[in-house]
Structures are given as structure tokens and as C-alpha cells.
């Protein structure tokens, strides 16, 4: 009855519509978000893909990148690959707060997570005080809400907070992300043998995701897992 209920509100407010392509075909995905088409064009990751970094790698080992650098996360999950018609949706939550699409991305990302794997917490990347206040919302959370939700794990959005505020990484060279994000997270609890799946809704360089999971580390995490709603691929 809920879901049906929140189908119709959602269908009012987007008019019946496909949200990427305006149709009026029958709706199946995202609680009435997306026609069977759309859904079907969406570019959704295969598994031949480095199981810490999530680009492409043959047979799904781990890449070279990874064994030459290691990252301070353990393996990262991804739902899509970040091109169209993927970018539309992620812009959309992130720029022009259509909040219901985190659901749709929320449970594509839950799809991708392997049954049985241990993870005690979800936690989204962590916005400034000054990003929050000027968005409204953090995107990465309202992700993580029905990611958590879908794999029946414990979401604490209070365990990591942003200590300073940064420049938006989209603006900077990825020579200079790492540099960007260095010293900018705080755990604020103990996290002695925790594993915790950090929540995203883009993955590029990794610089960000690096930083969370070092930060989580020292405070005593065993394992961090990245559970991106899209992953950038290298042109």
C-alpha cells in the first residue's frame, strides 16, 4: 500500500513521465522514475573490473594501479558507469534536487553488493557545514538511506564529519584532488574492527574516497568498502 501510495505522489510530480526520456510508456523502475527502455539503456557495470578500484581489468583482477599504489579502501562497488544516460540522473539528484531519484540509484547500487560480505555500517561521504547549508541536502546520504535500507544495513551518518570545508573536486586537476581533500575528514567514535561501506554517488580519482577510508583506518576500522552509484572511466 505504501509503495503504491508513493508511486502516485511521485507520478504527480514528475506527470507520468520518464524522467530521462519525457515518455509516457508504462513506468518500471525508481517507483515510477523510469520506462523498461531507459531502464534498460542505463550503463550498468559488468564484473570484469578491479575489485578495489572498480575500473576495468581483465578477468576482474586486481589492476596494476592498485598493486603498484594500494589504496587506503579495500574494494569499491559500483553500480554504473558514469556516461549518459547515468550523468542525467546523478546531475539531476546532486544539482537540481529531485530527491526521488535516490531511491532508483540507492537500490541500483544495493543490487551490486555480494551477499554475505560483513559490513557493520554505512556511512555517506560527509558534505562542510557551508556545502550542506548552501545544498539543502547531502546527495551521498540520501543515496545511502535505501542502499542501507535494501541490504539491511545499519546507516550512521554521524560517525565521520567533514573538518574543513574544500574546493569542489569537479574544479580541480586530478594531480591536485588529493592534495584538495588531505586532513579533511574526523571520525568522531571509536571504530575498533568496524567494516564499513563509505556511500558516494560519483567515484573519479578516488582522492576523496581515499581520504574517508584512511581517516576510518586510524580510528581503528578493519575494512572500508566503497559503494559508489557511478564510477568515472578513464577516456
Known amino acids: 500500500m505504501l509503495k503504491r501510495t508513493v508511486s502516485r505522489i511521485v507520478n504527480h510530480v514528475f506527470g507520468g513521465t520518464c524522467l530521462l526520456c519525457r515518455g509516457a510508456a508504462q513506468l518500471s523502475r525508481g517507483e515510477g522514475l523510469l520506462c523498461a527502455a531507459c531502464d534498460a539503456d542505463l550503463p550498468r557495470l ?8 572498480a575500473l576495468a581489468s581483465p578477468d576482474g583482477m586486481l589492476c596494476g594501479r592498485c598493486l603498484a599504489r594500494p589504496p587506503g579502501y579495500d574494494a569499491t ?19 537540481r534536487g529531485e530527491l526521488a531519484l535516490a531511491s532508483l540509484l540507492g537500490r541500483l547500487l544495493a543490487e551490486r553488493v555480494t551477499r554475505g560480505e560483513r559490513v557493520d555500517c554505512v556511512l555517506p ?17 540520501e543515496i545511502a538511506r535505501h542502499a542501507a535500507r535494501a541490504t539491511g544495513t545499519a546507516l550512521d551518518a554521524q560517525l565521520c564529519e567533514r573538518s574543513r570545508d574544500t574546493q569542489a573536486q569537479a574544479e580541480l586537476r586530478w594531480a591536485e584532488r588529493e592534495k584538495n581533500v ?18 558516494d554517488d560519483v567515484m573519479t580519482t578516488g582522492a576523496t574516497l581515499n581520504e574517508v577510508a584512511a581517516t576510518l583506518k586510524r580510528a581503528g576500522a578493519s575494512r572500508v568498502v566503497n559503494w559508489v552509484a557511478a564510477r568515472t572511466f578513464p577516456a
Open 182 to 199: 588531505r586532513g579533511a575528514f574526523r571520525c568522531t567514535v571509536e571504530l575498533r574492527g568496524t567494516a564499513v561501506a563509505v556511500v
Open 125 to 141: 561521504v560527509p558534505l562542510s557545514a557551508a556545502r550542506l547549508r548552501a545544498r539543502g541536502y547531502n546527495q551521498a546520504l
Open 46 to 53: 559488468g564484473d570484469a573490473l578491479c575489485p578495489r578500484c
Open 77 to 95: 562497488l559500483a553500480a554504473l558507469e558514469y556516461r549518459f544516460p547515468a550523468d542525467v540522473l546523478v546531475h539531476s539528484l546532486k544539482f
